[in-house]
């Protein structure tokens, strides 16, 4: 598998207007629209900073992931994301070591990404998002 680098990290906010307070109008990262990714009941907001980008993630309904992630844990870092080069190969080799996974395959994510989770049982209790753009 070949990590190419970190692509984002996933904030869970109450929404992302009030997220862009802090992360665009204070500390100045670019702020580039949102995009509501309906399968996941989520509305996300990309900030990019480097080669990475900060992701803002708001929930369109109570019972969807990050919904229930801020009742759960409250608001804050809901997952780190690493670009892949191709991720059915990743996925495949995790697969191989045993790697607990939360995607068998991958699936589509904000910005016409394919993205797959592992578990946080896996990985020290860090949820971990690959995806390949």
Not at 32 to 60: C, D, H, I, N, Y
Not at 66 to 74: A, D, M, P, S, V
């Amino acid at each position: 598998m070949k990590i190419l680098h970190i692509d984002h990290i996933g904030v869970a906010v109450n929404s992302n207007a009030e997220g862009k307070k802090f992360w665009s109008d204070i500390l100045g990262l670019p702020y580039e629209g949102e995009e509501t990714v309906a399968e996941q009941k989520v509305t996300t907001a990309f900030m990019p900073v480097g080669e990475a980008e900060v992701e803002l993630l708001e929930s369109t309904e109570p019972d969807g992931p990050i919904g229930k992630f801020i009742e759960k844990k409250g608001l804050g870092i809901h997952h780190i994301a690493f670009r892949v080069e191709d991720i059915d190969q990743a996925l495949a080799e995790l697969k191989e070591k045993g790697v607990q996974l939360i995607d068998q395959t991958p699936r589509k994510g904000a910005g016409g990404a394919r993205i797959a989770f592992l578990h946080p049982k896996a990985t020290g209790g860090v949820l971990v998002e690959l995806c390949q753009r």
